[in-house]
């Protein structure tokens, strides 16, 4: 039988037809809808993304100068992936969040960075451990910046061994104001009343376990010292050592740390 003679697959073909042109005109339709004026973005709300955290850098106006608010689109049409990558584009702009609000609103939640030091390299490190570029003076006035370095690609290891130290030296109230890695990986850092501590490496005696055996001792290791402490060598594996300017007095020989370097007029001391 010929397909001209059969009336099912004749339906069929022209029930298929129907709902093709059916799905054109809605398709028509919604687009001739989507594209009138009531549709066309006339806001853009910018807002903290967390009511705790305000916004101290980011305003309208920077947003307006850096080309980041959107000043064409419609609501339908506004591609959210590529205008939250605009905003994140801003300086000091960690993380944006971009919804529609109906029917003709854009809602931006912003994540400032929030700063904490300054790298080897004059960029900002923010309480991630991630590399920022923005106005340092601005950071600055905000508050005191520390001074993190390292090899490219530690940023995030330095912030995690200052958190570390913090915690560390709350008992002595002291607070790590500068944590540096050497190429070689071998840690230091300066106090805020001055002190330098040499940490070394992390090797069969952990830096942390180091530390703790130094937090523990100290306020009695410098009171018999009787002088003015400059530095704390950690390095060694059963012991420290803490440089004063001038002093003599031996506490107890320690072994040599691992870098072979012997300090000098130092007292010495181990559990």
Known sequence: MSPWHDVRLLNTAANGLMAVAAAGLLAAGAWWLIQRPAFALRTVVIEPASAEQGLLHVNSALLRSSGAIPTRGNFFSVNLDAVRERFEAVPWVRRADVRRIWPDTLKVGIEEHQPLAVWSDGRL????????????????????????????????????????????????????????????????????????LLLGREQDVPIAERVARWVAVYPQAQTKLNRDVVSVDLRYPNGFAMRAPGAITSLKPAPRPDTGAKPSTESRRTP
Do not use: C, I, K
């Open 125 to 196: 490190v923010n309480r991630q451990g991630e590399l920022f570029t923005a106005n340092v003076a601005e950071a600055d006035a905000q508050a005191d910046l520390l001074q993190f370095s390292g090899p490219p690609g530690s940023e995030a290891q330095v912030t995690r061994r200052w958190a570390e130290l913090q915690q560390q030296l709350a008992p002595l109230r002291l607070e790590p104001e500068a944590v540096s890695l050497s190429n070689r990986y071998a840690w230091s850092a300066r106090l805020d009343n001055g002190l330098m």
